[in-house]
């Protein structure tokens, strides 16, 4: 039993020195070390404990105990001392956190091993299409002209297309952006097609009768197996509710989601490193762009979002159903996260109407499309919510010569500001305007700390003369114009304004097939000289003045009382003005922090001047027969004068982590 003892007391006496280890790192250091780097620098300080005691006293069979006990905690502190320096150096070289710990290791293994190959497979489709000289950090000069790079743009819509379903929709996405990829690369990105081979029925089935617990033939009297259309993230049947109610059913693929997850994770890590690595990632801003487009997908994944976005646009629309424009009614006791049931919409997309569009004649086709625009124009400025994808696909003419929206699993939300703002900024380019529209441009964008307010002005100037000027019929072109005048300008585009403006660039296209001669611009302007005008009249303005009055009598009843003592206080000579400096608990933190640190550093380099000083003195008061008292002082300012040190430079280094 007595080597079986050792051992336990030797692993209860490493327990418990790795424990009070990292309590005294905690407190001293003001950091907590993960687990393994503390038992790693416990040991580290174990083994030091020895050898360092035997060079300190090299006699101990001529040491009396007083002076053994000091030698002992000296080499205690000694140890632990070259332990937190390791641990130090550790937090410098590679952060806490930044590595996982073998728990995650031996857990993540297998996705690790599973997003490697998936990683290794993006990465050879980016070198097979010649895209390997764009992930390091040098400048191209070869893309400068347009020839290069629309080439650069075709390989690149034939890699995101190689990648799968989340870089088609990345490149979908992409392709709205203008203020962020140039003209070539849009063009050639909105050429992605969402399309996929069908999934086999009995997969489909497993997943409805999975859904809505229960089997398929007591949800459904009839399901057509043959989908009505094939997309990468779903796919949509016919099919017929028991009551006798035509519907379709939207049912997401088998195993996307999980698809959807291991390529984002990846596109994450890549945007993340062509950050770190590029110039033009940082310019771009790719981690940010690439979070948003993850919460977009993710969003568009959840049915149950779609079903609510139908829901809030059928009660938008409700509200003109002069207008003869709808959406189809979700079933909500049937929606799931993965399945849709919703209201079948019986007529043909815009895109394959010729005929019925013919039929229709000039003036209904005419009738169509301003309903069509004013639609939007009052979900974007009425409503706040509006479809970001208004393209001929997702327009119907119904069999009764109105029009239907589909494809709502991702709509633009605007607050209110941003609503008066772009209001504002059409109103501006109606009336030419430029400094109108230089100040409702600015509250659109997110302003940057420097800009050239007039130079702008000068050019959303000339911009409105070439193409919103009476006579102009440039329709979408105006939008490409204003996204290269925000990037000229560098000019951030937040994510809903961008939508907002890929909403109007995308249905110019979608006007032009119901009526090939509408101006877009035109129709705007006019739109929106009728919506400042109705806005002016004797009993909007009345009702204006009302709610603001509303708004502004709390004040008004105190104003007053507040005015009679501002005049007795000067009456009197008690007028001041009081200036609470670093009134923002921000500003306090960093001064604070920044006189601790300062403190720390001082009391840090005096301990070791003075350490220096009392170690170099030979004489002095003796502690024990060996030990004189000024070394032990000095040895012990030392120890302090490092661990201050220490611990300035883990707060210097954590500021420059973060």
């Not at 390091?136 to 297309?161: M, N, P, Q, W």
């Not at 195993?255 to 990632?281: K, N, P, Q, S, Y």
């Not at 000289?529 to 009598?553: D, G, K, M, Q």
């Amino acid at each position: 039993m007595g080597p079986v003892l050792d051992v336990v007391l030797l692993a209860v006496a490493t327990v418990l020195t790795v424990l009070l280890f990292a309590a005294v790192i905690r407190r001293l250091l003001g950091v907590r070390p993960g687990p393994v780097r503390t038992l790693l620098a416990a040991v580290l300080a174990l083994l030091v404990v020895g050898p360092l005691l035997k060079r300190l006293v090299p006699s101990p069979e001529e040491t009396d105990t007083t002076t053994a006990v000091l030698y002992l905690l000296l080499t205690i502190a000694c140890a632990s001392l070259l332990a937190m320096v390791v641990l130090v150096i550790a937090e410098v070289v590679v952060p806490d956190g930044s590595l996982p710990g073998p728990i995650e290791l031996w857990r993540g293994s297998r996705a690790r091993a599973v997003r490697t190959r998936r990683y290794t497979q993006v990465l050879r489709i980016a070198l097979r299409h010649g895209l390997g000289r764009f992930l390091r950090g040098r400048r191209h000069l070869g893309v400068a002209s347009s020839s290069s790079r629309r080439d650069l743009a075709r390989s690149l819509r034939r890699a995101l297309d190689d990648g799968g379903v989340t870089f088609v929709k990345l490149g979908q996405q992409l392709s709205t952006r203008r203020d962020l990829v140039a003209a070539e690369f849009a063009e050639e990105l909105s050429r992605l097609q969402d399309q996929a081979a069908p999934v086999p029925w009995p997969q489909i089935r497993a997943v409805l009768t999975a859904e809505f617990g229960r089997p398929l033939d007591d949800v459904l009297a009839w399901v057509e197996e043959t989908p009505l259309a094939a997309a990468s993230v779903a796919q949509v049947h016919a099919a017929r509710l028991e009551d006798g109610t035509d519907v379709v059913v939207k049912v997401q693929r088998p195993g996307i989601e999980a698809v959807v997850e291991r390529d984002l994770d990846i596109l994450r890590h890549l945007a993340r490193m062509l950050e770190e690595r590029t110039g033009w990632g940082r310019s771009m801003g790719l981690s940010t762009l690439a979070a948003g487009f993850a919460e977009s997908l993710r969003e568009e994944l959840d049915f149950t979002t779609e079903r609510d976005n139908l829901r809030a646009m059928a009660a938008a629309l409700a509200t003109s159903p002069e207008r003869g424009v709808r959406v189809p009614a979700p079933h909500q006791d049937l929606t799931t996260r993965r399945v849709l049931v919703m209201q079948r919409l019986t007529g043909t997309p815009l895109g394959a109407a010729g005929p019925g569009l013919t039929a229709l004649g000039p003036d209904r086709r005419r009738a169509l499309a301003d309903a069509l625009l004013t639609t939007v124009f009052d979900q974007v400025l009425q409503h706040g919510l509006f479809h970001v994808d208004l393209h001929p696909g997702n327009v119907l003419l119904l069999e009764d010569g109105t029009l239907g929206l589909l494809d709502l699993g991702s709509v633009g939300r605007i607050d209110a500001t941003t609503r008066l703002a772009f209001a504002r900024l059409l109103g501006a380019v109606g009336t030419q305007d430029s400094v109108a529209a230089g100040d409702a441009l600015l509250e659109l964008v997110d302003r940057p700390e420097e800009i050239d307010e007039r130079a702008l002005e000068r050019a959303l100037g000339a911009l409105i003369v070439r193409y919103a000027a009476p006579g102009a019929t440039m329709g979408a072109e105006v939008f490409a114009a204003l996204f290269r005048l925000v990037t000229e300008h560098r000019l951030a585009v937040p994510p809903q304004v961008a939508a907002l403006f890929r909403t109007f660039a995308t249905l110019e296209g979608t006007l032009a097939l119901l009526d090939p001669g509408f101006d877009l611009v035109g129709a705007a302007r006019e739109t929106a000289r009728s919506r400042l005008a109705s806005a002016l009249t004797p009993e909007r303005l009345r009702a204006t003045a009302e709610e603001e009055v509303v708004a502004l009598l709390p004040i008004l009843r105190r104003l007053p009382r507040r005015l009679d003592r501002v005049a007795d206080a000067v009456e009197h000579g008690r007028l001041g003005v009081n200036v609470r400096l670093f009134a923002d608990s921000r500003d306090r933190r960093w001064i604070t922090g920044l006189v601790h640190q300062v403190l720390l550093t001082v009391i840090g380099a005096t301990a070791g001047v003075m350490a220096v000083l009392l170690l170099d003195t030979r004489d002095g008061p003796l502690v024990t027969e060996s030990v004189r008292l000024f070394p032990v002082l000095g040895y012990a300012l030392l120890i302090v004068s490092v661990v201050l040190v220490l611990r300035v430079l883990v707060s210097v280094f954590r500021q420059e982590q973060r």
